[in-house]
């Protein structure tokens, strides 16, 4: 595993990354310039943006074109491989759809450090 090697290290997800997979489906439907992507990606900061697009381009799941202009601009689409994994990330979310109140339950349990409260289970399926 620690073996530079090691083919774990091309696991394409990116756990760390809580952007690459809102980046991804941002770009499903065809190429974006950086500050389109800013629109739905609101909450995300210049820098962590561009880190992101960096990382995913250098993984090989997003190329960027630069245009020399006028106007100049830079594109980002989904590649090949990155498009590859929209059926995956689609599987995902159907699972996090499915699990959402048990992964709610953990996470409420994790950070209280016992189990979850029935009456806050009731609460939130409220909502």
Known sequence: MFDPVCPSRLVPFR???????????????G???FSELKVPLREI????????????????FVARTAYEGPPRRVVYALTP???GLLGPLDAACAWTR???????DAQEAGATGG????????QRTKR
């Open 115 to 122: 189990t979850v409260q029935p009456q806050v289970r009731e």
């Open 31 to 33: 190429p974006r310039r």
């Open 45 to 60: 900061t210049a820098k962590s943006l561009t880190q992101s697009l960096r990382a995913l381009e250098r993984d090989g």
């Open 15 to 29: 756990i760390g990354d809580k952007w690459a997979t809102l980046i991804l489906r941002c770009l499903q439907d």
């Open 98 to 104: 499915e699990h959402w109140d048990e992964l709610l």
């Open 81 to 83: 491989l990155g498009r």
